[in-house]
């Protein structure tokens, strides 16, 4: 059985703990594309993954600020480790929005044990992220439903004992399925072959004529049908993930800059590390992850304070909002710093042996998941406009 954390100070203390053993293998597991598999068995035994179960049925039941550092310590340390639990937590959100009485009960027990949610979410060839082709179909013989499609980027599937499935129900309407990983029909294949998080083994998942019995699915779609901070939560845990990146990339540069780098002769300088003009740019470099972190912060705040008046479409919106900054800061933030930090250090910041550049694709390849233009679109949108951001789920 996995341990039971019983306070956000024990979760966050833990997740520190985990990150400074994760942070010793990560490069390496980057390099050679070692799958974490051992390393999700540790976070699955620590409780991490049971966190945000609600304290009536035995969790931590932390709030979105504490989930938030949780996520950014895991991601610093191995932004793949720490992008896995991403839908995961993603779901337990979904099962708390509209679950039934017996599906939480059932999949709360699961959470405390230390099951993994993967996801079946994201679909190639639709005509947006938005639009789904997997849809969920009576089942002629008797009760229950049958599922086929195909869905791609399935973060976490791989490693998961539960697959939670975006489908159209009957009604033309979305719907999450929760499959277990072994359900006849169900194929993991580890395809993944991006540039970057290539430890998430965010492949595909086939689904052939699955068997869903009635009790495993949610209707997800009433969960836009009141104020709602759903979306807002899944974007605030991936700006927690490039949040960790882009710390990750300034601390592991400075090091590289005090260890390797060499002052430029004309700067007087006996070290890299005290040339005014390095300083300067590390000054800025770092401005960029404190504000990344503090938005972080107040987005984690902001949606705890919308989920403590639900029916109030206000906090929500300030929500939404929050974690749309959050987000866009995250995503320049991890990019910039993986990027300009290597001109401090110098060419030897390009050897393959040291695999620094994993952050500039870590950071490059997690930040595609959705385009940072329509973070700055809604801001502005909001800022002169009075506009909140559209509640449209996207994770």
């Known amino acids: 059985m996995a341990h039971v954390i019983t306070s956000e100070a024990e979760a966050i203390a833990i997740a520190a703990e985990l990150a400074g053993t994760f942070a010793r293998g990560s490069a390496l597991r980057d390099a050679g594309r070692v799958l974490p598999r051992a390393e999700l068995d540790q976070l699955s035994q620590s409780g991490l993954l049971g966190i945000t179960v609600p304290r009536a049925h035995g969790g931590a039941e932390v709030g979105a600020r504490a989930l938030g550092e949780v996520i950014?310590?895991?991601?610093?340390?191995?932004?793949?480790?720490?992008?896995?639990?991403?839908?995961?937590?993603?779901?337990?959100e979904v099962l708390k929005?509209?679950?039934?009485?017996?599906q939480r009960d059932f999949f709360y027990a699961e959470l405390l044990a230390g099951r993994r949610f993967g996801n079946a979410l994201a679909e190639k060839g639709t005509k947006h992220a938005l639009e789904f082709a997997t849809?969920?179909?009576?089942?002629?013989?008797?009760s229950g439903f049958r599922l086929t499609g195909v869905k791609n980027y399935a973060t976490g599937a791989l490693f998961a004992h539960w697959i939670p499935v975006?489908?159209?129900?009957?009604?033309?309407?979305?719907?999450?399925?929760?499959?277990?990983?072994?359900?006849?029909g169900v194929t993991v294949i580890d395809d993944w072959d991006g540039i970057g998080q290539r430890t998430t083994a965010s492949g595909t998942v086939r689904l052939q004529d699955v068997y869903?019995?009635?009790?495993?699915?949610?209707?997800?779609?009433?969960?836009?049908?009141?104020?709602?901070?759903?979306?807002?939560?899944g974007q605030f845990i991936h700006?927690?993930?490039?949040?960790?990146?882009?710390r990750a990339a300034l601390e592991e540069g400075g090091q590289l800059v005090r260890d390797i780098a060499r002052p430029w002769g004309e700067s007087g300088a006996d070290r890299a590390s005290e040339e005014p003009l390095v300083i300067q740019k590390f000054g800025e470099l770092a401005l960029l992850?404190?504000?990344?972190?503090?938005?972080?912060?107040?987005?984690?705040?902001?949606?705890?304070a919308a989920r403590r008046a639900p029916a109030d479409e206000r906090p929500a919106a300030e929500a939404s909002v929050a974690v749309t900054a959050a987000r866009a800061q995250a995503d320049a933030a991890a990019l910039t710093v993986s990027s300009d930090v290597f001109a401090l250090i110098g060419t030897r910041s390009a050897l393959?042996?040291?695999?620094?550049d994993r952050h500039w694709r870590n950071a490059r390849t997690h930040t595609l998941h959705d385009p940072r233009r329509w973070k700055i679109q809604h801001l502005g949108n909001h800022a002169l406009n009075g506009v909140n951001p559209p509640a449209n789920g996207i994770v």
């Open 72 to 92: 950014r310590l895991l991601s610093a340390a191995d932004a793949s480790i720490g992008q896995i639990p991403q839908n995961h937590f993603f779901f337990v």
């Open 97 to 102: 929005e509209n679950g039934t009485a017996g």
């Open 135 to 142: 849809r969920l179909s009576p089942d002629p013989p008797g």
């Open 166 to 184: 975006f489908a159209l129900g009957p009604d033309d309407r979305l719907t999450a399925v929760f499959l277990p990983h072994d359900a006849p």
């Open 212 to 233: 869903v019995p009635e009790d495993r699915v949610v209707p997800h779609h009433l969960t836009f049908e009141r104020p709602e901070v759903f979306g807002a939560f």
């Open 239 to 246: 700006a927690a993930v490039d949040t960790g990146i882009a």
């Open 289 to 304: 992850v404190r504000a990344a972190e503090a938005l972080l912060d107040h987005a984690g705040a902001a949606i705890d």
């Open 352 to 356: 393959r042996g040291g695999n620094f």
